[in-house]
């Protein structure tokens, strides 16, 4: 995928993510402040606009640190600066990309998951974001093509969402709730896998 796609997959991603905003903030508010719905909404918007701005020629490292800048700038939410960082490292991987390929979003997501474990202080099984992320790079890395790995992503992360919810909280504001955050479904790694989903849903047309 060279950079003009990339751009659009992205856009049509966020398009579609921000559907599940509600759902994102029910979860959040269970478990945590409940902001995961705004935060999710305004960082797309302001991901997609950022975008639009960009000069042509811009290669994938670039779009992605406009993504992970446009982001964090929109929200002053610790989820939102954990993503955008997130978003930076993977951009770093990208140095000497010019094309997206499948092998190339798996380092990404990994070198994302990374980044946002060692900066949340979380490992995996902590019910968080990372949860999600780790399965879905694994997953990435082993698809035959985009469309297969992108499937075993989506369904690496939702095992995963399903799993957090017998899991106790061990970061963040969810960690307050001790034991009686067993059996509530952790809103950041649903927010991961629903971001998978949603680059299914713009993807056309391998999935029309
Ligand atoms: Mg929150």
């Not at 398009?15 to 705004?38: F, M, P, S, T």
């Not at 042509?56 to 954990?82: D, Q, V, Y």
């Not at 930076?88 to 499948?102: F, H, M, N, Q, T």
Request: proline residues 3%; glycine residues 10%; charged residues 25%.
């Amino acid at each position: 995928m060279h950079s003009t796609r990339l751009i659009e997959q992205i856009q049509g991603s966020l398009k579609e993510v921000v559907k599940y905003a509600d759902e994102l903030r029910d979860l959040d508010q269970a478990l945590g402040d409940g902001d995961l719905g705004i935060t999710i909404t305004l960082g797309a918007g302001a991901v997609i606009d950022a975008l639009g701005e960009l000069p042509e020629g811009a290669t994938p490292s670039e779009i992605a640190r406009t993504c992970a800048k446009a982001f964090a700038n929109a929200n002053p939410s610790t989820m939102a600066a954990l993503v955008a960082g997130g978003l930076l490292a993977g951009s770093k991987v990208w140095k000497d990309v010019e094309d997206v390929d499948i092998a190339a979003a798996a380092r990404f997501v990994r070198a994302a998951g990374d980044n946002i474990a060692q900066r949340g202080k979380t490992q995996l099984g902590d019910k968080t974001i990372v949860d999600a992320i780790m399965p879905a790079a694994d997953a990435l890395d082993i698809g035959q093509d985009a469309t297969s790995g992108l499937d075993a992503a989506i369904a690496a992360a939702e095992k995963a969402v399903v799993d957090t919810r017998s899991l106790r909280s061990r970061r963040g504001r969810a960690a307050w709730l001790q034991e009686r955050s067993i059996g509530l479904q952790d809103p950041g790694a649903t927010a991961m896998w629903r971001f998978l989903e949603a680059w299914r849903k713009a993807s056309v047309p391998a999935h029309s």
